[in-house]
């Protein structure tokens, strides 16, 4: 990926540059480890962190008045390059509030994450990118010197937060799924469910949950746990190339995050009477052998149902099956690396 320096550009031609398709601006140029801040004419700092990283109001609770109203917001999205939905709600949000269309008074964190994996529309260069989201991490590929900038960002992030923080990393899915938009609720230690939180996903018409139940190596796991901010991996429906998203169906989610930064409270609807399907994790399978095969068709939709007792997928020596009635495949890839999940069921739950 061949990017300019940005050391050319006046500090207007920047804020027009990144104003007018913040997308373009991550594939053309590169930071080179600089900085960079300015002012919007509405008071609110802009500060570009890294490629990909840009804050808005990071050092707000010092000077604002309401600080202790203010939240701490991390949207995050392209984790895996191809996902061009979210990338496309984020730029555009990005936009709104560089040209003050929109304002907020939160602290606002966007990552875009793998710029590298956008550029050539793949889900990421050397490896999985939301693997790697964990403090011990020792690889040295493209994405795992990527995870420690972002969890470092995170950190910085997140140690000045003075109230609220939240993060929601958006994704689109690789398969089609009976329920187009899901979440996944990183496993919280015996920490509390947030109601709230669920309703609000509820009205970004995210009405599917999935509870995990153990640790994980993800961008919402790693804030979750510690950053104890409510985070959130979530899927806006199926991937698609740039230019071909309908975004008529982000509708909703888009004015919820309108909403979430313009607003100091956003307006919810009742925990009851939210529509939500709740499931919790049952079986995580991992492929351990390379003939490692799905017993089902590959364009199989995510929360399709099996029977106890119908086996879901093979490899030598070991057959895996559903352990009960109704229970469900999530994110079935036989493609991955071994050792790697190559199939998460779920089981439904009652909060
Ligand atoms: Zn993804």
Redesign the pocket.
């Known amino acids: 990926m061949q990017q300019k320096d940005i050391s050319g550009l006046s500090r207007s031609e920047l804020k027009t540059l990144i104003t007018k398709d913040y997308i373009d601006f991550c594939l053309k140029y590169t930071l080179n480890g600089q900085q960079l801040s300015f002012v919007l004419d509405n008071k609110s700092h802009v500060t570009l962190l890294d490629d990909g990283i840009l804050a808005i109001n990071l050092n707000q609770h010092s000077t604002h008045t309401n600080a202790e109203q203010s939240k701490s917001i991390v949207l995050s999205c392209a984790?895996?390059g191809n996902?061009t939905a979210p990338i496309e709600i984020c730029c555009l949000l990005i936009h709104k509030l560089l040209s003050e269309e929109l304002e907020t008074a939160h602290r606002v964190l966007f990552i875009f994450g793998n710029i590298p994996a956008m550029a050539i529309s793949e889900?990421f260069v050397d490896e999985n990118l939301?693997r790697l989201f964990s403090r011990d991490i020792s690889s040295e590929s493209l994405e795992g010197r990527r995870a420690k900038v972002l969890m470092k960002q995170v950190d910085d992030f997140f140690e000045k937060a003075p109230s609220t923080k939240l993060h929601y990393d958006l994704?689109?899915?690789?398969r089609p799924s009976k329920n187009e938009k899901f979440a996944v609720y990183p496993y919280l230690h015996g920490r509390d469910y947030s109601k709230e939180q669920l309703a609000f996903l509820s009205a970004c018409e995210v009405n599917t949950i999935l509870l995990s139940q153990s640790p994980t190596g993800t961008f919402s796991y790693f804030s979750s746990y510690q950053h104890q901010a409510h985070a959130f991996?979530v899927?806006l429906g199926k991937v698609k190339p740039f230019g071909q998203n309908d975004m008529g169906k982000f509708k909703a989610v888009f004015q919820k995050l309108v909403e979430l930064l313009s607003e100091a409270e956003v307006s919810l609807p009742e925990y009851e009477k939210c529509p939500l399907t709740i499931y919790t994790v049952n079986q995580v399978i991992n492929k351990h052998k390379s003939d490692f095969t799905l017993n089902f068709a590959d364009d199989m939709v995510n929360f399709s149902e099996f029977k106890a007792g119908d086996i879901l997928a093979t490899e030598s020596g070991t057959e895996y099956r559903a352990q009960f009635d109704n229970e469900a495949i999530v994110f079935p890839n036989a493609n991955v690396a071994i050792g790697q999940r190559a199939i998460l069921t779920v089981i439904p739950y009652e909060l």
């Open positions: 984790v895996h996902e889900r939301n994704h689109t899915a690789i991996t899927e």
